[in-house]
């Protein structure tokens, strides 16, 4: 509506200027036509009511006037159109009246007497000619402002009417009719929703085998102690009720340390935490380590590879990423077993690459296994002491500091878990 009303005043001011300049052309020719006439036959008496004839001497004394006495008249000789005809043999002027509503248009000619001829005729101003179309340019404003209110309100209403279909059922953006330049708008729109819903889920999902996990052992020693408070329990089995209550107790905290991790990995704080680290040194000590561990279940660990890697990842988060995968490696293999662990650099890229003989991951399970609290052989898992975090954690490492990991495995022959990040100068 501004636009259309700006346009309507703008275009009226300029159409009234260009009316003005045709009249303006057009009334000085008539009074040039006029004045040539009356020059030649001297006929004043049969002009039009409205032009006004003077007959001014050389020296700018008025001689005739078709409208006043000329002997009362004064001098004419400063008259802008008088001094350009006696100049230039003709002149014209426009003066302005007192009202402004008009103007007066004067048209002189030099006769072959030496006198000027001088024609004058009364017109209206610009001003006059404006004024006079603010009514009906009033009248087109109102009307085109209720047209805009109607014509905006229906496009509006069209316009608009496909992003609401497409908010009122997010789940089927794709089919809904919706504009073409909108579709990587919607794309985005939709991938973030399901993102949305898939943490919603994984939250909730996380929550309640948070809860599951804990209650295990909670159970386990509120029961254990139950038994030993009651007095009813021999004496033989205080040992075996307290070493299953200390199971219990280092179950516990182990998985309480697991969602702490995964906790702290989730904060916004994490990026100072990533300083350039020596992964091949980390790697070794923590095979170091994990040596006893491996020798108590029958398995045989050894460290291959070059003796510095530099990756920006954090001495913290290194060591938590290398125990876990090798901790893993260790605990589902099976007696007599390998892992092989190494850290080498090839083609501007640090891999840490852990491999087993163990028990291997069906095909059907291994797109699963970074989730939290997933587990293959649930059985199996807890009876050897996993959380289900382990791999949850080292793919949040992963992520944080933008390594990418694969995996290659087959039930029962191993399992072999690659991790590569960009070197660091």
Same mark, same amino acid.
């Given at each position: 509506m501004g636009i259309a009303i700006f346009s309507?005043? +703008?275009?009226?001011?300029?159409?009234?200027?260009?009316?003005?300049?045709?009249? @303006?052309?057009?009334? %000085?020719?008539?009074?040039?036509?006029?004045?040539?006439?009356?020059?030649?036959?001297?006929?004043? $008496?049969?002009?039009?009511?409205? &032009?006004?004839?003077?007959?001014?001497?050389?020296?700018?004394?008025v001689i005739f006037d078709s409208m006043a006495e000329a002997g009362i008249m004064e001098?004419?000789?400063?008259?802008?159109?008088?001094?350009?005809?006696? !100049?230039? =043999?003709? =002149?014209?002027s426009i003066r302005k009246s007192d009202t402004l509503s008009e103007n007066i248009f004067y048209y002189a000619v030099k006769m072959e007497s030496g006198q000027v001829l001088r /024609? =004058?005729?009364?017109? !209206?101003?610009?001003?006059? %000619? %404006?004024?006079? /179309?603010?009514?009906? &340019?009033?009248? +087109?404003?109102?009307?085109?402002?209720?047209?805009?209110?109607? +014509?905006?309100?229906?496009?509006?209403?069209?316009?608009?009417?496909?992003?609401?279909?497409? /908010?009122? $059922?997010?789940?089927?953006? $794709?089919?809904?009719e919706i504009y073409e330049e909108l579709i990587p708008f919607t794309k985005k729109i939709r991938s973030q929703h399901e993102e949305i819903l898939f943490a919603a889920n994984m939250r909730q999902e996380f929550t309640a085998n948070i809860s599951h996990e804990l209650k295990t052992p909670l159970t386990a020693i509120s029961g254990y102690a139950e038994l030993m408070e009651t007095g009813v329990v021999k004496e033989t089995d205080i040992k075996h009720f307290s070493h299953e209550i200390g199971k219990s107790s280092d179950r516990l905290l182990i998985l309480i340390n697991d969602i702490i991790k995964l906790s702290e990995l989730d904060g916004e704080n994490n990026e100072e935490l990533l300083e350039i680290v020596d992964l091949a040194e980390?790697?070794?000590?923590?095979?170091?380590?994990?040596?006893?561990?491996?020798?108590?279940?029958?398995?045989?660990?050894?460290?291959?590879?070059?003796?510095?890697?530099?990756?920006?990842?954090g001495n913290e988060l290194a060591e938590e990423l290398a125990y876990n995968l090798i901790e893993n490696a260790i605990r589902y293999n099976k007696p007599g077993?390998?892992?092989? /662990?190494?850290?080498?650099?090839?083609?501007?890229?640090?891999?840490?690459?852990?491999? $087993? &003989?163990?028990?291997?991951i069906p095909k059907e399970h291994q797109e699963r296994i970074f989730e939290r609290f997933y587990r293959v052989d649930k059985g199996?898992?807890?009876?050897?002491?996993? &959380?289900?975090? =382990?791999?949850?954690?080292? @793919?949040?490492?992963?992520?944080l500091t933008r390594g990418i990991i694969s995996l290659e495995s087959n039930a029962g022959e191993g399992t072999t878990i690659k991790i590569e990040w960009d070197v660091v100068d």
């Open positions: 309507i005043v +703008v275009t009226t001011l300029i159409m009234t200027g260009i009316f003005y300049i045709h009249l @303006k052309t057009q009334v %000085f020719s008539d009074l040039k036509v006029i004045a040539e006439l009356l020059s030649e036959n001297k006929e004043y $008496d049969k002009l039009p009511e409205d &032009t006004r004839v003077t007959v001014i001497d050389n020296d700018g004394a001098n004419h000789l400063d008259r802008p159109e008088v001094k350009e005809a006696l !100049a230039k =043999g003709r =002149g014209q /024609v =004058g005729k009364k017109s !209206a101003s610009v001003a006059w %000619f %404006f004024i006079s /179309v603010i009514p009906i &340019t009033v009248v +087109v404003i109102l009307i085109l402002v209720i047209i805009c209110v109607m +014509v905006s309100r229906y496009l509006t209403s069209e316009i608009v009417a496909p992003i609401e279909r497409m /908010v009122e $059922d997010m789940e089927h953006v $794709d089919e809904n980390v790697t070794r000590g923590t095979v170091e380590m994990l040596s006893i561990n491996a020798a108590k279940m029958n398995v045989k660990i050894s460290y291959h590879g070059c003796n510095t890697a530099w990756i920006r990842i077993g390998i892992v092989k /662990v190494s850290v080498h650099v090839e083609k501007n890229k640090v891999a840490l690459v852990v491999a $087993d &003989t163990g028990i291997g199996r898992s807890k009876q050897l002491g996993g &959380t289900g975090l =382990g791999l949850s954690i080292v @793919k949040h490492i992963c992520n």
